[in-house]
């Protein structure tokens, strides 16, 4: 009874000695993996946040471009301004609505403005529908990843075309994404 | 001799579980990684705005000059990017294509890049009516 007790007990501590390591090594790889998989996640969100910041912003100025009737550009301090049409002016010409026409009963106003300064920590673009209002950030404060605006210009390229690059780095990843789109405004009047 | 057996039944079961608890890690990893490492969505992005810059160039050159120009209008350092693929530049190719009726000329601006040795392209279309 005593030698078999003392024979159990040494295969125990054996096959524990053996398992112990491997389970430490399971463990180790396991918890790598792990991280991994989550550091993954976080960087193709933030990824995902960037893109879509910066998709958003150029869809929202093209859409904007696109019917205005006077375009002011400031490359130093970058403020993109659109001005348009009242119904007015559209009722004192032949009536007919052109493409792009916005319906306003006074002169409008929509602002691009970046705040915070470029390439700089928290640097937002800002949006708004009167010069005086409080300004809106469209960019950046995302919960999956906090981006800075890097590059934000604007040039006229033609006649009535407005060309804008935008490039925006995320916080989280550090990747940078730059595009550059250009639009033509067939209502302008003054770029 | 049977527990011996059975000692080593239970050992081979031991590396069975460990091996495929490893491989689904790993598989699971590998598939994170490739997700990451493939900027295809962002390229097609930067490929559309860039065949809209095409068309904006063209409507722009249509109402002044009354003309449709199926040249690369655009400035030249768009056809170049290098959104999440710092080392190596993506160069696209931009083919623009007339489908003309009368004053109506159905656009097609199509970008092509090659990223990763995979072709891929987007094709923009819009109408622009040029009036003599």
Redesign the interface.
Same mark, same amino acid.
């Given at each position: 009874m005593f030698r078999k007790k003392n024979h159990s007990g040494g295969f125990v501590f054996a096959e524990f000695a053996i398992?112990l390591p491997?389970l430490i090594l399971?463990g180790w790889?396991?918890a790598t993996?792990g991280l991994?998989?989550f550091y993954? /996640?976080k960087?193709?969100l933030a990824?995902y946040v960037l893109?879509e910041e910066?998709?958003d912003v150029?869809s929202r100025i093209?859409y904007d471009a696109r019917a205005a009737k006077n375009v002011k550009a400031v490359n130093g301090a970058p403020t993109l301004t659109f001005t348009y049409r009242t119904i007015n002016e559209i009722k004192a010409s032949d009536g007919a609505l052109e493409v792009g026409d916005v319906i306003a009963d006074k002169e409008e106003h929509r602002v691009y403005i970046l705040v915070g300064g470029l390439k700089k920590k928290g640097s937002k673009i800002n949006y708004k529908r009167v010069e005086e209002v409080l300004a809106n950030p469209i960019t950046g404060d995302n919960y999956f990843g906090e981006t800075r605006v890097t590059q934000f210009e604007f040039e006229k390229? /033609?006649?009535?075309?407005l060309?804008i690059t935008l490039e925006m780095q995320s916080e989280v990843s550090s990747?940078?994404?730059?595009?550059?789109?250009?639009?033509?405004m067939?209502g302008c009047e003054s770029f | 001799m049977n527990k011996i057996n059975n000692e080593r039944g239970f050992m081979l079961l %031991?590396v069975v579980f #460990?091996t495929l608890?490893?491989s689904f890690?790993?598989m699971? #990893?590998l598939n994170?990684?490739s997700?990451?490492r493939n900027p295809q969505?962002?390229i097609r992005?930067?490929a559309i705005?860039?065949a809209?810059?095409q068309?904006?160039?063209m409507?722009?050159?249509a109402?002044?000059e009354k003309r449709i120009d199926l040249n690369y209008?655009?400035?030249p350092?768009?056809l170049t990017?290098? %959104?999440?693929s710092e080392e190596n530049p993506i160069e696209f190719k931009v083919t623009s294509t007339d489908y003309s009726e009368e004053n109506f000329h159905y656009i097609a601006v199509k970008v092509e890049w090659t990223l990763n040795e995979r072709k891929d392209s987007v094709t923009i279309e819009r109408t622009i009516i040029v009036v003599p």
């Open positions: 398992a491997l399971l790889g396991l993996v991994k998989i993954l /996640g960087i193709q990824d893109e910066v998709h150029l093209i390229i /033609g006649e009535k075309v060309h990747h940078k994404i730059k595009i550059s789109t250009a639009v033509y067939p | %031991n #460990l608890i490893t890690a790993a699971i #990893l994170s990684d997700r990451i969505a962002a992005l930067t705005h860039l809209n810059e068309l904006a160039m409507e722009s050159l109402a002044t209008l655009g400035k350092e768009d990017t290098i %959104n999440f």
